[in-house]
């Protein structure tokens, strides 16, 4: 299996739940972005590379494989992690670690979901309790098991042909704005559900109930969905 079909986790600064533990298969790839290496090595999982300017862990850790970034630039220790990833072949990402504490990290955090998407990759953020993706000219199904809420936003400017199927609130081909948040808490209603946008980019949130790897292999698109 190539790297384009293995996963690069990403952990961030905040702790880890023990559900969201990371557990790497044989070919995928754990990069720590600053004191995201402590928070691997709560559980006991070793990061292949260590990357920041470590302000929030404090000190240089002791590990083979580190990249000691400067505190002032321009890509936040994360985004340097994510393009490490994209160098070494991985398009698809796992974010962990990246939502809570301060806002302008979890907002940023959510933006490279959009981000990744406009290379060729795809991403899941998850922690404090939340999932989120972030879709392009595509579609995602969602597995019948999933329950609860679902947001879906307009990620900026206008994402056309946005439609729902399979939730309680649904929309077909619609024209949805990034100036205002009318998907905000739709449910699933434990059938297959699929979101798809024919032009534009959509942010998916949705509640993470301890269940997010047994849920991951159903969720990664299928590039035979995209959207012309």
């Known amino acids: 299996m190539t790297n384009n079909q293995r996963i690069c986790y990403v952990v961030g600064a905040m702790s880890l739940s023990p559900s969201l533990r ?26 292949d590379l260590v990357v920041g300017d470590f302000d ?11 990249i000691q970034l400067p505190a002032e630039k321009d890509d936040t220790d994360m985004v340097y992690a994510l393009r490490k990833g994209l160098e070494l072949g991985y398009r698809r990402f796992v974010l962990l670690g990246g939502v809570g504490g301060r806002l302008e990290h979890t907002l940023g955090n959510l933006q490279l979901l959009d981000w990744l998407t406009t290379q060729g990759a795809h991403g ?3 922690g404090e309790k939340t999932a989120a993706t972030a879709l392009r000219n595509s579609s995602l199904t969602f597995p019948a098991s999933m329950s609860g809420y679902l947001s879906v936003f307009c ?20 024209q949805m704005e990034g100036s205002f948040p009318i998907g905000v808490s739709n449910e699933f ?30 969720l990664w698109p299928n590039p ?3 959207q012309e």
């Open 22 to 47: 990371p557990y790497p298969a044989p070919g995928d790839y754990v990069i720590a972005a600053d004191r995201g290496y402590d928070s691997l090595m709560a559980y006991g999982v070793t990061p």
């Open 56 to 66: 929030s862990l404090g000190r240089t850790p002791s590990h083979p494989n580190v």
């Open 124 to 126: 899941f953020l998850a």
């Open 155 to 174: 990620n900026s400017g206008t994402a056309e042909g946005v439609t729902l199927t399979g939730l309680k609130f649904p929309l077909d081909q619609y």
């Open 189 to 218: 209603l434990g059938t297959e559900a699929t979101v798809s946008v024919r032009h534009g980019s959509l942010l998916l949130l949705w509640e993470e109930s301890g269940n997010f790897y047994s849920q991951l292999p159903k």
């Open 224 to 226: 035979a969905k995209s």
